[in-house]
C-alpha cells in the first residue's frame, strides 16, 4: 500500500513540474521560394461522387512557409467560379515536387463544374500559377456506401 502512495505521489509531482514547463511548438523552417512556379502533372479528377470530389495536381516544390494550401476557384458557369474551397498540406523541402489535393463537398449531383487550381502559403504568398479552366460532371446517382 505504501509503495502505490509513494508511486502516486511521485506521479503527481513530477505532473506538477511538467505541466509549469513552457511547451514551443516546434516550426518547420521556410525553404526557398521557387523563381518559377509550375504545375508539372493534372489537374485531375481523383474521386467525383456528390458527397465528396477530390482534385489533384502536382507542381515543382513551390519553397516559402511549411504549410501551403490549394486552392480550387469552382462553378457551374465556366466564366463565374465563385465559389472557392481550399485543403491544407506540408511541403516537404526535400522533394522537388509537391502534390495537391483539395476536397470538395455538397456537389450537385448530375451538375457540371469548370475549376481552376492554384495554391498559396500560409503566410498570404500567393505561387504564381494557376490551371486553365477545367471542368468535370457528377453522375446523376452516385453509389454510397455505408451506414
Known amino acids: 500500500m505504501h509503495k502505490l502512495l509513494l508511486k502516486l505521489a511521485i506521479t503527481a509531482a513530477a ?18 521560394r521557387s523563381a518559377h512556379v509550375e504545375i508539372t502533372q493534372g489537374p485531375e479528377i481523383e ?12 507542381t515543382n516544390n ?6 501551403h ?19 491544407p498540406i506540408r511541403l516537404n523541402p526535400d522533394h522537388p515536387t509537391t502534390v495537391f489535393r483539395v476536397r470538395m463537398s ?12 492554384g495554391a498559396e502559403g500560409s503566410d498570404g504568398t500567393i505561387d504564381k500559377m494557376e490551371s486553365a479552366v477545367q471542368k468535370f460532371s457528377l453522375p446523376v446517382e452516385s453509389q454510397q456506401t455505408g451506414p
Open 15 to 32: 505532473g506538477g513540474l511538467l505541466s509549469s514547463i513552457p511547451l514551443v511548438a516546434q516550426e518547420s523552417p521556410s525553404t526557398p
Open 69 to 87: 494550401y490549394g486552392i480550387v476557384h469552382y462553378g457551374t458557369d465556366p466564366k463565374n467560379l465563385s465559389q472557392t474551397v481550399k485543403s
Open 47 to 58: 474521386l467525383a461522387k456528390d458527397f465528396l470530389t477530390i482534385i489533384r495536381w502536382t
Open 106 to 117: 455538397g456537389l450537385k449531383p448530375g451538375a457540371t463544374y469548370y475549376y481552376t487550381v
Open 62 to 67: 513551390p519553397g516559402g512557409s511549411p504549410v
